[in-house]
């Protein structure tokens, strides 16, 4: 079944500067995607999506860029805030069903 | 507009005991999902729910986990008897209906530990 991954499971980023989060999926055929913040003590958050005819979609200080030639998509956050702290959680189709995998997650830290 | 509802927020049992977690989804919408988040983990779908009926249990662990909602509303999950491998963030969510599964609205959860 589809798979989702992450890099890195930890980054820390001095306030101000761009963040990149990196996910990788084993499907080639899905075709949707989901970026999710997860603050502590809350429950995941939509951010953005992108669907797998599209690069590239930004949204209010975030981008995410798809590359389905190697399974890979990134969540970019433009000036990086300290309310931008959080887990991060791309999430993709699961091959039967409708509903998602999500991938383990990438705790963002912002430094000060 | 309300969010998704859960409780308790926080529960601690002793293994092979029980323990039960409700959920109020946004008014309106039809499809209700559970969630198994193990710490360091992304969330794990348990149940999906279309009303009163269950749309996707495959995941669900049947010899001692159930849930059930009977009027198309709100939901219990229940653990009988709990394993301290079932410590975990057990999330609630919500969708208008299951064509739309990617606009799901997630609960605060309820965190469970195991000992």
């Known amino acids: 079944g589809e798979s989702v991954g992450l890099h890195l499971p930890t980054l820390s980023v001095q306030e101000g500067d761009n963040s990149i989060i990196n996910c990788a999926y084993s499907n080639s055929a899905s075709d949707y995607f989901i970026w999710y913040k997860q603050e502590s003590g809350k429950g995941p958050q939509f951010i953005i999506d992108i669907r797998s005819n599209m690069d590239k979609r930004q949204g209010q200080r975030v981008t995410v860029l798809l590359n389905k030639t190697v399974k890979h998509l990134s969540l970019q956050i433009a000036a990086t805030q300290p309310g931008d702290s959080a887990v991060y959680f791309c999430?993709?189709?699961?091959?039967?069903?409708?509903?998602?995998?999500f991938g383990p997650g990438t705790r963002l830290s912002v430094l000060p | 507009e309300a969010g998704v509802a859960q409780s308790p927020r926080y529960k601690i049992i002793e293994k092979r005991q029980s323990v039960a977690f409700w959920c109020n989804p946004i008014s309106g919408h039809a499809t209700l999902y559970w969630y198994q988040q193990i710490l360091g983990q992304g969330p794990k779908l348990l149940i999906q729910?279309?009303?009163?009926?269950?749309?996707?249990d495959s995941q669900l662990p049947k010899d001692r986990f159930s849930a059930e909602r009977l009027k198309g509303v709100d939901s219990t999950l229940k653990i009988q008897p709990a394993k301290l491998e079932d410590s975990a963030v057990y999330l609630c969510a919500s969708s208008l209906d299951r064509a739309t599964p990617y606009e799901q609205y997630f609960g605060p959860g309820t965190r469970l530990t195991v000992t």
């Open positions: 729910f279309q009303n009163n009926g269950v749309v996707d």
């Open positions: 999430a993709a189709p699961r091959d039967y069903g409708q509903n998602f995998v």
